[in-house]
């Protein structure tokens, strides 16, 4: 199992939005809707963001939206803070019943 | 609350294994699967299986097929994973998570870090 496509970084200024892509296959991003999006912050443990392709669980902020075409899962934040700084990780469940990442996007905040 | 707590970083040796705890606290331990991922150095993520409380079923990425093994003890809310045949680069920390039944994962331990060096 392959993983997940993203690209290695990202950047934007304080308060413009960003979009993050996450490109798998058939069997797992574009086959299932059960995307997630995690952020992590240097040393500490990744936090989930978003969960099954758009759903934001309790207490994270509304400035992050997920979306999926096809084989390609998308995570924007809109508004950027510099707390947003940090890497994100997509993941997916897969055709064999396993979950695959995404390589990390490491997201600066000019 | 839901919580997961992992046991202590550990140092072994290239060729040895290491077996990392994840006692899981505030709900029904049967009623999730456990994952593990790891993370190595300046990496990312990475899934190395999943384990059913319940059933002792198990799913290995294909990677470590033949070379990880995760078990529970129902009876204290712990799941463990061993790796075996360590190599210098399964360096990493290691996390336990709980999988969600939309196959995203709400809970983390803190990590275990794994040093493999002669």
């Known amino acids: 199992q392959s993983a997940l496509t993203q690209p290695a970084s990202v950047s934007g200024s304080p308060g413009q939005s960003i979009t993050i892509s996450c490109t798998g296959t058939s069997n797992d991003v574009g086959g299932y809707n059960y995307v997630s999006w995690y952020q992590q912050h240097p040393g500490k443990v990744p936090k989930l963001m978003i969960y099954a392709v758009s759903n934001r669980p309790s207490g994270v902020s509304n400035r992050f939206s997920g979306s999926k075409s096809g084989n390609t899962a998308s995570l924007t934040i809109s508004g950027l803070q510099a707390e947003d700084e940090a890497d994100y990780y997509c993941s997916s469940y897969t055709s064999t019943t396993s979950r695959v990442f995404g390589g990390g996007t490491k997201l600066t905040v000019l | ?118």
């Open chain 2, 1 to 118: 609350q839901v919580q997961l707590v992992q046991s202590g970083a550990e140092v072994k040796k290239p060729g040895a294994s290491v077996k990392v705890s994840c006692k899981a606290s505030g709900y029904t331990f049967t009623d999730y699967n456990m994952h593990w991922v790891r993370q190595a150095p300046g990496q990312g993520l990475e899934w190395m299986g999943w384990i059913s409380p319940n059933s002792g079923e198990t799913n290995y990425a294909q990677k470590f097929q033949g070379w990880v093994t995760m078990t529970t003890d129902t009876s204290i809310s712990t799941a463990y994973m061993e790796l075996s045949r360590l190599k210098s680069d399964d360096a990493a920390v290691y996390y336990c998570t709980r999988g969600e039944v939309g196959a995203h994962f709400d809970h983390w331990g803190q990590g275990a870090l794994v040093t493999v060096s002669s």
